[in-house]
């Protein structure tokens, strides 16, 4: 079990410090109603809110040794596994995401959907969900994400059919957009974003293993995620003094235990990990 980096901070946390105060160099404060006493006056402290810029260098440096997305998406492809669809979050679900944090969570499971679908040359699935992620990325107000987005809109409708060019403009997108996970702007939105899009991923690839007849191959796949699992836990540990993400958090510490050595990933840990894995995701889904 990983050692608890950062301890959770009394009173109201709110994820919205990671947006609103990520300009700040101070712990920013809130007051907090204490009650009111028997002449009718009401009182009143101030509190710490949770400030995830405090902890960006921990979060950067989480990401510089994080196994990337993109070769995850393209291991289950080469394992010969069947696309599922049905297993991934429909583009209609986005307007459920009302609030910044869930809408950050959105993004990372999308963030990987669209890459799967990308990995299996569903160019109409790719093409659905893109303008989803552009309007989630707006509502969170990533300028310099959005203004790379808008650069591929024409793309979509000059370029339909044409693989090689799906392959190449996805893949664009989402290697200018993964530059800011290393600048520590926003450092706790990517966070949230690396996390959903590896429980995406996690939750797809070993829903498939139950249902594959012959597991042996993508069973040595779900092994080999150990590091995957390791970082996502960090970046929740370090994120775990909000309120929003503690439950997150204690939900994988549980599934970390079954990464933690390098003995083979057998079909009993399947079983046991598999549902602790979906009642995550489904967590974040809408």
Known sequence: MLKKMISSKAGVILLAAVLIFSGCNTQPKVK?????????????????????VKFKDQIVEVFKTAPKLSEFVNLINE????????????????????????????????????LYAKAYNRQ?????????????????????????????????KRNQGKSDSLDAVV????????????????????????????????????QTALMAKDKAKILDLIGKQRERVKTSCQLLE????????TPIFEKMKPILAYFTDDKPFTEKKLTEVAPLIEQMRKGFEK
């Open 32 to 52: 907090q109603d204490k009650g009111t006493n028997s002449k009718g006056q009401t009182s009143s402290v101030e509190v710490e809110v949770f400030d995830a």
């Open 171 to 206: 893949s664009d997108i989402m290697n200018e957009v993964s530059k800011n996970y290393h600048s520590g702007e926003r450092a706790g939105v990517y966070a949230l974003f690396s996390v959903s899009a590896n429980v995406e991923g996690l939750y797809i690839l070993t």
């Open 79 to 114: 394992v010969g596994v069947t696309y599922m669809l049905e297993l991934t979050v429909p583009p209609e679900n986005a307007e459920k995401y009302i609030t910044v944090y869930d809408q950050c969570l959105a993004v990372g499971m999308y963030d990987f959907d669209v």
């Open 124 to 156: 109409d699935i790719v093409a659905q969900l893109f303008p989803v992620q552009k309007n989630l990325i707006g509502k969170i107000g990533l300028e310099k994400e959005l203004a790379a987005m808008k650069k591929y809109d024409g793309w979509f």
């Open 238 to 245: 370090i994120m775990s003094g909000d309120k929003n993400v």
